[in-house]
Each structure stands twice: as structure tokens, then as C-alpha cells.
């Protein structure tokens, strides 16, 4: 089980945020340590610390027990990606994910080694992955416990990775530019049905609230 130092507590300084060249400022939590650019296909370790699935996959050791790569803590299993952080990126920074899928995916075909492919469409507040076999990656359980009722409740999500609930939002973007607006049911926990408050990642990718486990 992953640490509650995970998806929910990012970016708290507003001066936390880079502009990766694509009109969009992305908050220094949801930048990869590892390779500087915003995550992709996330990665929650056990110690609570976010990378990109391939960072995370090359920095395994195939014999022994391998460390994060941030903090050196050590760990046995490969963690299922994260869909909920996953999707939440893909709304919040829609040009620079898009760019960062079409960077990866030409890696992985000259490598002809991919990682799991997940389909929007399956995704409601956690979804299904489809696990490519070359990635050797354990799939993303799906049950219904975690499906979530839709809300009209939005997360205004600022530039430094700050929540604030509105109600009966449907825009995605401030026309500023300087936050997003992602559904309420995006970030619910499937056992409370509440926000997630000190989100705890576990090793299968789902997303609780730290006293629901």
C-alpha cells in the first residue's frame, strides 16, 4: 500500500509550476523526478512517490529488490498505474499529455515494448486497463465498488495544484486559463463516496481515503 503522501497533497506553492512550452503551466507536483516532464501513466510507490511508468520500470532491479528513485526506499511489486491520477492529468493538461503519449508511444515502438494502454472510455472514477504482455505488468482490478453516481459538483483545480469544489460546473477550463474544472466524481473515494482526503495509492492502482483502508 502506497503512503498518503500521494496524489492529493501537490503543489502547495504557487510559484511550484513550469510552462512546458505548450501554453500550459503544469505545477512542479505532477512533474516526473525522474525524467522532468509532466507524468505519464503514473506510478504510486509504496513510499508515496510519483513517477512515469517507464521511469519507474527502468529503474527496477530484474534480480533483487528494486528502490525508488527518488528516495531509495525498496520494494518488491510493480504497482498497476494509477488511472484516477492518469485521468485527472489527461483533463487538467490536455495538449501536454496528449504530447507526452505520442513521445512515449514512438519510444515504445522503437523499443516494441509498450505499456499498458487504458481507454478513456472505460473510465469512471477508476476504469479498466489493457494490459500489454510485453509490459509484464499486473492488471488493474475492476469491480464495482468503485464505480461512483456522476456529480455536477466540479474540483476547481489551480495552476499549483490547490481543490476548491464549485457546484453545478460544467466548463473544464477559466477562461484565464490559470485553472481547471474536473467532476467531483473523478476524486471520490469508492468505499466513503466522499473527496479524497489523504488519498492512500495501492499497489492495484486504486485510490482510497487514507481511513477507508
Same mark, same amino acid.
Given at each position: 500500500m502506497s503512503s498518503s503522501n500521494s496524489p492529493s497533497a501537490m503543489g502547495n506553492n504557487p510559484s511550484d509550476c513550469v510552462d512546458n512550452g505548450d501554453e500550459e503551466t503544469i505545477a512542479d507536483s505532477f512533474v516526473c523526478c525522474v525524467c522532468l516532464d509532466l507524468l505519464y501513466k503514473p506510478i504510486v510507490l509504496g513510499c508515496g512517490h510519483v513517477s512515469c511508468f517507464w521511469c519507474v520500470h527502468k529503474s527496477m532491479d530484474g534480480l533483487r529488490e528494486s528502490h525508488c528513485p527518488i528516495c531509495r526506499n525498496p520494494y518488491h511489486h510493480f504497482p498497476t498505474i494509477c488511472e484516477m491520477l492518469h485521468f485527472l492529468l489527461l483533463k487538467m493538461y490536455p495538449v501536454a499529455y496528449?504530447?507526452? $503519449?505520442? &513521445? =512515449? !508511444?514512438? /519510444? /515504445? @515502438?522503437?523499443?516494441?515494448?509498450?505499456?499498458p494502454d487504458i481507454d478513456a472510455k472505460e %473510465? #469512471?472514477?477508476?476504469?479498466?486497463?489493457? =494490459? *500489454? &504482455?510485453?509490459?509484464?505488468?499486473?492488471?488493474?482490478?475492476?469491480?464495482?465498488?468503485?464505480? +461512483?453516481?456522476?456529480? @455536477?459538483?466540479? !474540483?476547481? +483545480?489551480?495552476? #499549483?495544484?490547490? $481543490?476548491?469544489?464549485?457546484?453545478?460546473?460544467? *466548463?473544464?477550463?477559466?477562461?484565464?486559463? &490559470?485553472?481547471? /474544472?474536473?467532476?467531483? $466524481?473523478? +476524486?471520490?473515494?469508492?468505499?466513503?463516496? &466522499? =473527496? !479524497?482526503?489523504?488519498?492512500? +495509492?495501492?499497489?492495484?492502482? %486504486?485510490?482510497?481515503? /487514507? $481511513?477507508?483502508?
Open positions: 496528449k504530447r507526452r $503519449a505520442e &513521445q =512515449i !508511444l514512438e /519510444e /515504445e @515502438k522503437r523499443m516494441d515494448c509498450f505499456s %473510465h #469512471n472514477g477508476i476504469g479498466k486497463s489493457k =494490459i *500489454s &504482455q510485453n509490459a509484464n505488468t499486473p492488471p488493474t482490478m475492476d469491480s464495482s465498488p468503485c464505480r +461512483v453516481d456522476e456529480s @455536477k459538483d466540479c !474540483l476547481k +483545480v489551480g495552476i #499549483n495544484g490547490s $481543490a476548491v469544489v464549485e457546484e453545478n460546473s460544467s *466548463s473544464t477550463m477559466n477562461p484565464d486559463r &490559470q485553472c481547471r /474544472e474536473i467532476p467531483v $466524481a473523478d +476524486v471520490l473515494c469508492p468505499a466513503c463516496n &466522499q =473527496i !479524497l482526503f489523504r488519498p492512500a +495509492v495501492l499497489n492495484c492502482g %486504486h485510490v482510497y481515503c /487514507e $481511513a477507508c483502508i
